[in-house]
């Protein structure tokens, strides 16, 4: 079966985004693209936005696409309590139809087991924690996370973001022979160093095998596109990625 394509709305950039019109106005590129799902922005909308969920629901609906809602904050905070706005995020999801809602995992100490149940089994949506570009996501806490969400039967499963272990300095191989029975979706990205730090780059221009790694994860997970989507015709070019990342 061939893996569930979703585009990231921020692969456009802020800035064409919001001279598109906003992320609403993406659905029907994408979908003429061939894409199966998008991957929603929080970061992107204004507070008038977020009051016109439902709206957004409903005109993804019309694309006949499926949708992921990204949540720019950890599920654990720096203190490593448990985030209080978790159920308002999940219940954010809900309302644009998203089967997924992805956090970064944030500063990890304790799983806070019964907490973390009572939320996520009073949503339909699943919860899917990424690695983000922080400390805090290096390989053994991840490890550590996703072990004891394992023995606690918690109904949650890893974003596996490719390209983010440059930032914390680790190796992604390692990371997805470690982590990959937990992925339950990829976050298709590539980087080269830039300055002090790293930028993501096209896949077409990366000098690295992103092809192995991405054979190491699940076949099945759906795979996101959150590489830079950039050109005179932006249909062309998220076209292109698509049907690339649905052959590999």
Not at 125 to 137: A, G, S, Y
Not at 200 to 229: C, K, M, N, T, V
Request: charged share 20%; hydrophobic share 45%.
């Amino acid at each position: 079966m061939k893996p569930e394509i979703i585009v990231v709305t921020a692969a456009y950039g802020s800035s064409k985004v919001a001279e598109l019109g906003g992320q609403s106005a993406l659905l029907p590129l994408i979908k003429q693209a061939g894409a199966d799902g998008v991957e929603i922005r929080r970061e992107l909308f204004s507070a008038e936005d977020l009051s016109q969920l439902p709206a957004l629901g409903q005109a993804i609906t019309r694309q006949g696409l499926s949708a992921c809602y990204s949540v720019p904050e950890t599920l654990y905070l720096a203190d490593g309590a448990l985030n209080p706005h978790l159920a308002q995020f999940l219940s954010e999801a809900q309302q644009i139809g998203a089967q997924q809602l992805k956090l970064s995992l944030g500063h990890f100490i304790d799983l806070h087991t019964t907490a973390l149940a009572a939320v996520l089994t009073a949503s339909p949506v699943k919860l899917v924690v990424e690695n983000d570009q922080t400390t805090d996501c290096k390989l053994a806490p991840m490890q550590r996370f996703f072990h004891q969400v394992r023995d606690a039967a918690l109904p949650l499963e890893m974003t596996f973001d490719m390209a983010n272990w440059r930032w914390t300095g680790e190796d992604a191989r390692l990371a997805a022979q470690q982590l990959s029975h937990y992925v339950g979706y990829v976050h298709v990205k590539t980087a080269v160093p830039h300055r002090d730090s790293f930028r993501a780059i096209a896949l077409d221009d990366s000098p690295e095998d992103w092809r192995a790694l991405l054979h190491a994860l699940p076949a099945d997970a759906p795979r996101g596109i959150e590489f830079p989507l950039e050109g005179a015709d932006l249909l062309a070019v998220t076209r292109h990625y698509v049907d690339l990342l649905r052959a590999r």
